[in-house]
């Protein structure tokens, strides 16, 4: 008998692979760094045409190539933005959960959800890893009968042992 293990499927938000490649904030970068390569394997990677979007519109060309090259490197699968997201998204900012400033941070959530991901990965503490947001997101999920998502930054997905934030 074959024993498989089933991989949890995790979304990251362009805020992980992005902070592979920024300078600016080190400890952040080499816990990114130190989680693709050991780390990832152990999940099942995605990521959005959002994600893809954001990343389209940095300015910075070598880190743009970088991120794209980081993410096909580790076999991230693209999920589509579809209308069901769209309208779970209007749903976490209607609510509260998601500043009406930030659509995308929504859109990541949503997606996250709609597809029955198990967890997503952020380096954004101000508007998805934070406590009210967390809660209301759970909230609507179980009131509109999608899971709860884990949300957290890379820390809680076996980063933590690389540095602390």
């Known amino acids: 008998m074959i024993k498989t293990s089933i991989k949890t499927k995790l979304y990251l938000d362009t805020s992980i692979p992005s902070a592979y490649f920024d300078y600016s904030k080190p400890l952040r970068q080499l816990v990114s760094q130190k989680w693709f390569e050991n780390e990832a394997l152990n999940f099942e990677l995605y990521i959005s045409v959002v994600t893809i979007e954001e990343v389209e519109r940095m300015v910075n060309i070598k ?69 009210n947001p967390i809660k209301k997101i759970h909230e609507i999920n179980k009131r ?20 602390s934030l």
């Open 63 to 131: 880190k743009k190539t970088n991120i794209k090259e980081l993410l096909l490197d580790n076999n991230v699968k693209i999920l589509k933005l579809t209308s069901e997201a769209i309208k779970l998204a209007d749903q976490y900012v209607k609510e509260g959960a998601i500043p009406q400033s930030e659509p995308a941070d929504a859109y990541h959530i949503a997606i996250a959800s709609t597809y029955g991901i198990d967890a997503l990965a952020s380096w954004n503490f101000k508007h998805i890893v934070s406590i």
């Open 144 to 163: 509109l009968n999608y899971q709860v998502i884990e949300i957290g930054s890379l820390e809680l997905f076996g980063g933590a042992k690389y540095g």
